[in-house]
């Protein structure tokens, strides 16, 4: 009875060690990159203007030539899907309503915004003064990044031999900051036509016995070598 106690207790020892060598070793959980650890969270808006209804002028004012302008650059860099032109319905001022959203479909068409990238569509309104205004909307892409500041778990991560708990963050919070589109982090950006125009000019080029490389300037490239 007395060996076979020594042996159990030999054996129990044998497993805490190994069970406790064990847990020294960094499993999967510990193998998070910096993006996974401190993720940036992309998330739809939708951006609306409104332009109210003036039946008295048949002309878009100069102020809110301004604002749609300002309205239509941003949608250009920034937005996707249709810019959906929403005018009211229901009242009085229908026809002025239909008429200001034929003015401003042509004066966006006129600073850049592509006739296929415009929609319209109405909403109920009623007579009672609320429903004369036309309302512009389109979606865009925001970047959230994760909170910075985490210090928690530092001791054990200093044990696993690990990057601290706010390591890569700060990095990720101004790669958030800095990119021009958030939705290029959910899928990339179409591609634009091929221009047709270069593709002759290098091919008349070559025919003519021409340098059909870009030109380049020695100096700098001696001066980018030392």
Known sequence: MHKNAVKLTIIAAATAAAAGCSSIF??????????????????????????????????ISAIDKARLRAFADAYLRNGHG????????????????QEASADIRGYLHEIGVPW??????????G?????????????????????CGDWSGTWERDFRNMRSPNFGCATMNNYAAMIADPHDLV???????????????????Y?????????TDEKIESEVAQ
């Open 207 to 215: 025919r003519n016995g021409e340098l059909t490389s870009s030109q």
């Open 26 to 59: 960094n499993g999967p959980e510990q193998g998070l990159s910096v993006a996974q650890e401190h993720p940036i969270t992309v998330d739809s808006q939708v951006v609306t203007m409104t332009i109210d209804v003036d039946p008295s002028t048949t002309d």
């Open 116 to 125: 296929s990238g415009m929609t319209g569509s109405t909403y109920r309104a």
């Open 127 to 147: 007579d009672d003064g609320r429903g004369r205004q036309l309302i512009m909307s389109y979606t865009h892409y925001i970047a959230s990044p994760s909170v």
């Open 82 to 97: 249709p810019l959906s032109i929403t005018a009211p319905s229901g009242t009085s001022a229908d026809f002025d309503g």
């Open 187 to 205: 899928a990339p950006a179409d591609e634009t036509s091929a221009d047709a125009m270069a593709r002759v000019r290098v091919i008349d080029a």
